[in-house]
């Protein structure tokens, strides 16, 4: 709230600055192009603090979520530049992970633990204010940097449409998809493997559009309702607003989400 104020009162004092230094002469803005200019730079100002503000108000990774990020017996995790890398005891498998719009992509720390102790690699991929459309293309630099025989991109609801998006675009680079709370507005190949989760308390996701794209996905994806579960305990950050009721416990949603998606690489892998 400090950092909002300090803005807010920047642009008010660049507002009446500029108003004072344009009209000094005579008190007032003495042509149609001051009064033009004085009216563009004020409404630049106001759309840059909107921005900050609308941008600026994320949800944040709970305590225990990031308490996931330091190293365990099990599990290695490493801050890079573009992603955390949780690295477990798999050699042959990973997961790249997109969060949800405006979530602290930290909240998903708790699920990547799970995943990396249950063999499959993760990369929790850090996204420009928090959102990923902003960087969708985030995985091809984690792909180029790997050689994993099982290659996953997944992500959260915003996240989830995007990997979709690079996984319309790249599927020769990936082995599946993974949906948490999400859909595909692009066409997915055949070829891929994808799962869908979601949950049957969920009032964030747009239920309409989720089952008018599913036309999007190969015909055998495969779709797995968490009854009880919400939105919000697809991560770790608080529960979102105007989310639904849970009905059962964010750690239960947690556990079902891994052996959902473990359970999953592992047919496939057979198959």
Request: aromatic content about 14%; hydrophobic content about 40%.
């Amino acid at each position: 709230m400090a950092m909002l104020s300090m803005v807010l009162s920047i642009a008010i004092a660049g507002i009446f600055t500029f108003a004072f230094v344009s009209g000094r002469n005579e008190g007032r803005l003495k042509s149609k192009r001051d009064r033009a200019l004085f009216f563009t730079i004020s409404f630049l100002i106001v759309y840059v603090f909107g921005a900050f503000l609308y941008f600026g108000n994320y949800y944040h990774a709970s305590e225990e979520a990031l308490s996931c990020l330091n190293s365990t017996e099990d599990v290695e995790v490493s801050e890079c530049k573009d992603y955390y890398f949780f690295d477990g005891y798999g050699e042959d498998t990973a997961l790249i992970f997109y969060q949800g719009a405006k979530v602290d992509e930290k909240a998903y720390a708790g699920i990547m633990m799970r995943l990396a102790k249950g063999g499959v690699d993760c990369f929790l991929c850090k996204m420009p204010l928090n959102m990923a459309f902003t960087d969708k293309m985030k995985a091809a630099g984690i792909i180029s940097s790997y050689d994993y025989k099982y290659l996953y991109l997944g992500g959260h609801s915003l996240g989830g449409a995007m990997a979709g998006v690079f996984a319309s675009e790249h599927p020769e680079n990936l082995t599946g998809l993974i949906f948490l709370a999400s859909y595909s507005t692009s066409p997915i190949s055949d070829n891929l493997d994808v799962l869908s989760l979601i949950a049957s308390e969920d009032k964030v996701l747009n239920w309409d559009m989720y089952y008018e794209n599913n036309v999007n996905l190969p015909d055998d994806f495969k779709e797995v309702m968490i009854e009880g579960g919400i939105h919000s305990y697809f991560g770790d950050y608080g529960i979102q607003r105007k989310d639904g009721t849970p009905l059962i416990s964010k750690e239960e949603q947690h556990e079902k989400i891994t052996e959902e998606i473990l359970n999953f690489i592992e047919e496939k892998k057979t198959k």
